[in-house]
T-cell receptor, first 111, second 112 residues
Framework: SQQGEEDPQALSIQEGENATMNCSYKTSINNLQWYRQNSGRGLVHLILIRSNEREKHSGRLRVTLDTSKKSSSLLITASRAADTASYFCATDARGAQKLVFGQGTRLTINP | DGGITQSPKYLFRKEGQNVTLSCEQNLNHDAMYWYRQDPGQGLRLIYY???????QKGDIAEGYSVSREKKESFPLTVTSAQKNPTAFYLC???????????FGSGTRLTVV
């Protein structure tokens, strides 16, 4: 059961620009998490935002959460070539005891 | 360094064979998970375990089996009943429900 749906599926921007990815989900959550995956590698945890939080920052990352719309966004500012990767949102639904991942957004940063 | 180790990195299986993927963690995490990822797709949950000697089926458990005899280890067996096993398999661990996951580097399984 895929709860998180990312949008867009793919995004290509120039280095230095900002990248925004969106995630929508269906049920009530305890928290929502964002992960990065470089090609052929495991996922790396980026940031966790709890259901009672609206915005969270970590370095060049900014995550927002709107529980009324059941959506989240991940903003990467001043993108770099090293940010090229797939980004996944994952939801910790209430009572689920496990994360459910979306399909991911493939981000390409062009030099 | 604490982390989670998957082995082997690449694995080839003949038709009708069972193969076992290893996952070991030294993070003292209680929970462990197995996911399957197909090309260009998200992650689908195969099995998970919140505590030693206990595990639950995920969304696509058919054709797979697991054991959790030790806190550090959560091996996945891909049986001959799994008709389309070619995929990238990811193991993860977490301190408990709701926390962030630490992932291994994955095992790429190919049927030959």
């Amino acid at each position: 059961s895929q709860q998180g749906e990312e949008d867009p599926q793919a995004l290509s921007i120039q280095e230095g620009e900002n990248a925004t990815m969106n995630c929508s989900y269906k049920t009530s959550i305890n928290n929502l998490q964002w992960y990065r995956q470089n090609s052929g590698r495991g996922l790396v945890h980026l940031i966790l935002i709890r259901s009672n939080e609206r915005e969270k920052h970590s370095g060049r990352l900014r995550v927002t959460l709107d529980t009324s719309k059941k959506s989240s966004s991940l903003l990467i500012t001043a993108s770099r070539a090293a940010d090229t990767a797939s980004y996944f949102c994952a939801t910790d639904a209430r009572g689920a005891q496990k994360l459910v991942f979306g399909q991911g957004t493939r981000l390409t940063i062009n030099p | 360094d604490g982390g989670i180790t998957q082995s082997p990195k690449y694995l080839f299986r003949k038709e009708g064979q069972n193969v076992t993927l290893s996952c070991e963690q030294n993070l003292n995490h209680d929970a462990m998970y197995w996911y399957r990822q197909d090309p260009g797709q998200g992650l689908r949950l195969i099995y998970y375990s919140q505590i030693v000697n206990d595990f639950q089926k995920g969304d696509i458990a058919e054709g797979y089996s697991v054991s959790r005899e030790k806190k550090e280890s959560f091996p996945l067996t891909v049986t001959s009943a799994q008709k389309n096993p070619t995929a990238f398999y990811l193991c993860a661990s977490s301190q408990g429900p709701g926390g962030g996951y630490t992932f291994g580097s994955g095992t790429r399984l190919t049927v030959v």
